[in-house]
């Protein structure tokens, strides 16, 4: 007899994911080894439940792959340091973890040796993505297999099918879709589907329970967190998860986002990611006393494009590498406290407190005095900057043209 071929599957615990360990092992014969990438949104309780479902499934082994670190690393760090919000408006939370969640998979996947690699996701929405493409540029030679946009299954299927297969579960469909992660939390729901329509207060997985203000400081040191209230962060993780708890009792970053999917399609999803936005309005401000002009601006297009290419499959684009290399050099001097009032749904960033200000100088003080220059030496630079203007509608009336609004 043949040995059997291995094929791991992206494990989450729920139905699709769950149908797919008995199809692909009952059905299709293959041996089953299941995976969780975890980037800091499951508790360990809840790792030890998904691990349990799996093997009383029928995965022959699981493994629960830790890459929170990495994510924070290679990605969460270079989203701060380009201030990333896709549309103006959400911090990708979910869409960068997909990209590191399948990098963790596959190479699991080509440690143990399988012959194939699976996933949950349907024809309809981003992850899809995010996981073939991923996987096919690391392992070309593992094949991919995905029964949920293939088969084009129903959910009572795949929960009678289970149940045939003598697996019973609550596989209630809970009214909200919910996925955490270190860097926020998606959410979708009925209403998200609909455009007139917004998330009720009961959605959202943190619920606003304190009412009186509270300040907080963040200290960076070029451009990472270095410290909360005072208290020193090596491990930056810590960090934003200490942010979070800070701030979550306040019900901040709560927000809808829409904007325009992978496969062409427009998207909406609700999302909470309180620390997060905490932590790039802050960064920000401090960046607006730190960096110059021309700084800013560049970097603004720079993390833009970021967010865009990461959000849409592209890490492993090479350009990527340039661009996070930009984004480390304008960190230099992103150094100093930035100060915060937390209110009920939402913060007011008060100031920043740094030797790289550049409002402290001795050239002058804005709307008040000048020290570097005089009367006659703004009048010559005025005289000189306009000469552009004045030459343009100087032609303009020449030529008999009404002067353009």
């Known amino acids: 007899m043949e040995p059997k071929k291995k094929v791991v599957l992206a494990f989450s615990g729920g139905l699709d994911t769950s149908f797919a360990v008995k199809y692909l092992s009952e059905d299709c014969g293959y041996e089953v080894y299941t995976a969780i990438a975890n980037t800091g949104g499951f508790s360990q309780s809840e790792l030890k439940a998904i691990e349990e479902r799996a093997i009383a499934l029928g995965a022959k082994e699981h493994a629960t792959l830790d890459i929170t670190q990495e994510y924070y690393d290679k990605s969460i760090k270079y989203m701060i340091f380009g201030n990333v919000l896709r549309n103006g408006t959400y911090p990708i939370s979910v869409s960068s973890e997909r990209i590191f ?13 399988a012959h194939c690699v699976a996933h949950g996701s349907t024809s309809a929405g981003n992850d899809q993505i995010r996981f073939d493409l991923t996987f096919e540029i690391l392992a070309p030679e593992i094949e991919i297999i995905t029964p949920t946009r293939d088969m084009n299954l129903t959910r009572d299927y795949e929960i009678n099918y289970l149940k045939e297969h003598g697996y019973v579960a609550d596989f209630t469909k809970l009214e909200y879709s919910i996925n955490k992660g270190l860097w926020g939390t998606s959410i979708g729901g009925k209403e998200t589907l609909h455009s007139d329509q917004t998330l009720p207060e009961e959605a959202y997985p943190t619920q606003m329970t304190a009412t009186d203000d509270a300040r907080l400081t963040i200290d960076f040191k070029q451009g990472q967190i270095e410290a909360v209230n005072g208290e020193y962060f090596a491990d930056k993780v810590a960090a934003i998860q200490k942010i979070e708890e800070l701030v979550a009792p306040y019900a901040l970053g709560r927000d809808m986002h829409v904007g325009d999917t992978i496969i062409g399609i427009k998207g909406r999803v609700g999302f909470e990611a309180g620390a997060p936005m905490v932590i790039l309005g802050a960064h920000k401000v401090l960046e ?13 297009q720079l993390g833009t494009w970021y967010g865009m290419f990461l959000h849409e499959a592209q890490y492993l684009e090479p350009v990527m590498r340039d661009i996070e290399r930009f984004l480390e050099s304008s960190q230099r001097n992103v150094t100093g406290r930035v100060i915060v009032d937390l209110k009920p749904y939402h913060f007011v960033v008060v100031g920043v407190d740094s030797d790289f200000d550049l409002m402290k100088t001795d050239f002058g003080e804005y709307g008040e005095l000048s020290k570097a220059w005089t009367a006659d030496d703004v009048k010559g630079f005025t005289k000189i900057l306009g000469n552009q203007m004045k030459i343009y509608h100087n032609v303009q009336m020449r030529n008999g043209k009404e002067r353009e609004a």
């Open 288 to 300: 607006k006393h730190t960096l110059t002009k021309w700084q800013q601006y560049w970097k603004d």
């Open 101 to 113: 969640q399948a990098i963790a998979i596959i190479e699991y996947a080509k440690k143990i040796g």
